[in-house]
């Protein structure tokens, strides 16, 4: 009974512990659940509070980023921070930062570019080369930081501008065509230029000279454009480019092409009345490629091409005057005849062209007429061009033939198809009327584009030098003249030598110096007196001849 009565309590006992566990696993999860409740309230009032802070940050941002641009738009002044060409035009309005740059760039119109290779000198200056600045243009690009139309953008750009400054470059343009001229003046006047073949035929010998060309020097065009850009863009004060050189290889003897130039059919010169055309004499003109092939396979400078020559019976002399009845144009020239050598030149070339007929659609070239001006051909030393100088030279003064006949063939109303100035200003015609040529590299060439043959006729006598352009005058002929206007003038500058030959402090001027000068060329045609169209025939740069003076410094 008594074992019974302890185990019953020992039942009691474990009945009793059991239901406290019990009650006390459920009261500790029922605090962990309410610890668990107030932390996750406690968790999403921090991601609220959190959001809310984010929401006011980002409202904030755009609110004073919406202020922001909108006052960098309603304002009329060019952000903080932006600069043109490295002037600060913060808080400028566009007419004050237009103002201060013309003010500036004005100026260097008269900035003096000088090409120097050696003792080869030449210069131009901004205005010749018609350099522009593109104010507006980086003005506008100024004024429009930050007003792309996008906030974020824009703010983010203003801001960039305030600690790192915004750099607009200045554009530049030039006029090209007038870098080109200088860039072919410079290849004709250097010591040493490429010659490429050539060929013509010797007077009164039934054969052609043909020549190899000479390996030499030519201006790299794309390495000088380069370097003009970049020194007009950069504004330096050392306006000195070293003219970029390289050494070229002249082309190939090209005989098929020589032979297509030249082979002609013979023909009888005759005319027609009805309608009135004329048709001059063809002297027949043939040689054996293979037979040529063969002569300049053998490596020499000069090469001697036999020809076949058929002579026609009837040529245009014979046909009379009657055939080019009507004087189309004439123009003339002075020369001094008591210059013996330039007067025997002038009256070779002369001689060369005097009687030349041109069908319509022909083109004439002066050079491949003329001929290789050698002593062999009769040509003296006179007076030239070269280097920036006036110096003697094999063939001097033919120029002013070709100057010459250009304005007859313009006034004859004649299209020119090549021609370039002088390097620098002649005496016989006016900037703008002249026409150069050297052997090998400029040539003048103009086409019959009139509806009629024309005969050309030069002479060359007391002192003056006569184009005459002969044909049949067509239902319509204008009065035409070459005009011209002075764009720019290019200063000379002086050139001071050490002459130890003078006694010490005495100065001998050894050239003359003479303003360069940059001028516009038209060709105006008249009817009854009256403007009909005025065309723009060039535009030309003439450079300043430089003064040399020579000072003693003998003892």
């Known amino acids: 009974m008594e074992e019974e009565k302890n185990g019953n309590q020992s039942q009691t006992n474990l009945a009793i512990v059991a239901e406290k566990t019990t009650n006390n696993s459920e009261i500790m999860l029922e605090n962990t ?44 002044k060019i952000p903080r921070g932006v600069h043109v060409a490295k002037i600060d035009f913060s808080n400028m309005t566009k007419e004050e930062a237009k103002s201060i740059l013309e003010e500036i760039y004005s100026k260097k119109a008269e900035n003096e570019i000088l090409f120097k290779y050696e003792d080869f000198e030449t ?19 100024a004024y429009n930081v930050g007003r792309k139309g996008n906030i974020i953008k824009d703010n983010w750009e203003l801001i960039k501008a305030i600690f790192q400054e915004k750099e607009i470059e200045l554009e530049a343009t030039i006029d090209e065509e007038m870098l080109n001229q200088i860039i072919q003046n410079i290849n004709n006047s250097i010591e040493g230029a490429v010659v490429q073949p050539s060929y013509y035929r ?26 003009v850009n970049e020194l007009i863009k950069n504004q330096t004060d050392i306006n000195i480019i070293k003219i970029p050189l390289e050494n070229v290889q ?60 058929t002579k026609p019976n009837k040529t245009t002399k014979e046909i009379g005057t009657e055939a080019f009845p009507d004087l189309l144009a004439t123009f003339s020239t002075q020369y001094q005849s008591s210059n013996v050598n330039r007067t025997t030149n002038l009256k070779l070339a002369a001689d060369k062209i005097n009687g030349i007929v041109l069908l319509p659609g022909e083109e004439f070239s002066y050079n491949k007429t003329v001929g290789e001006r050698t002593v062999q051909a009769g040509f003296k030393e006179a007076a030239v061009f070269n280097a920036g100088r006036v110096e003697n030279g094999l063939g001097g003064g033919i120029c002013q033939i070709s100057s010459t006949l250009y304005d007859a063939v313009v006034m004859a109303d004649l299209d020119v198809t090549v021609r370039r100035n002088h390097q620098f200003v002649t005496s016989y ?7 150069t040529v050297v052997w090998g590299s400029q040539d003048f060439k103009f086409k019959n584009t009139r509806k009629y043959p024309i005969k050309i006729t030069i002479t060359v006598s007391g002192g003056v030098a006569t184009a005459k352009i002969w044909g049949v005058k067509e239902e319509v002929e204008y009065d035409i003249t070459i005009e011209t206007k002075k764009t720019a003038t290019i200063p000379y500058t002086t050139q001071y030598v050490q002459d130890s030959s003078l006694p010490e402090g005495q100065q001998k ?20 007196g009256q403007v009909i169209s005025t065309t723009l025939l060039s535009k030309d740069t003439y450079n300043a001849m430089k003064k040399i003076v020579h000072v003693g410094t003998a003892q």
């Open 509 to 528: 001027i050894v050239q003359s110096g003479s303003n360069g000068q940059k001028v516009e060329a038209y060709k105006v045609k008249r009817l009854n």
């Open 123 to 141: 210069t131009t200056t901004y205005e010749a080369l018609e350099v522009e600045y593109q104010i507006d243009k980086a003005i506008d690009e």
């Open 429 to 435: 015609v006016k900037a703008g009327a002249d026409a």
């Open 250 to 309: 002249p082309d190939k003897i090209d005989l098929q092409k020589i032979y297509e130039e030249i082979h002609k059919e013979v023909q009888d010169a005759y005319y027609t009345q009805n309608p009135f055309k004329v048709y001059p004499e063809v002297e027949g003109v043939d040689f054996d490629i293979e037979n040529a092939k063969n002569i300049i396979a053998e490596k020499k400078e000069q090469y001697e091409i036999p020809l076949i020559i």
């Open 33 to 76: 659940e309410k610890f668990e409740d107030e932390k996750s309230r406690k968790r999403k009032n921090k991601i609220k509070i959190t959001i809310i802070i984010m929401l006011i940050l980002v409202a904030s941002i755009i609110l004073f980023s919406t202020i922001f641009a909108v006052m960098n738009i309603k304002s009329t």
């Open 202 to 227: 010797k007077e009164g010998e039934d054969k052609i000279i043909i020549t190899e060309g000479k390996e030499g020097l030519k201006v790299n065009e794309e390495q000088i454009y380069k370097d």
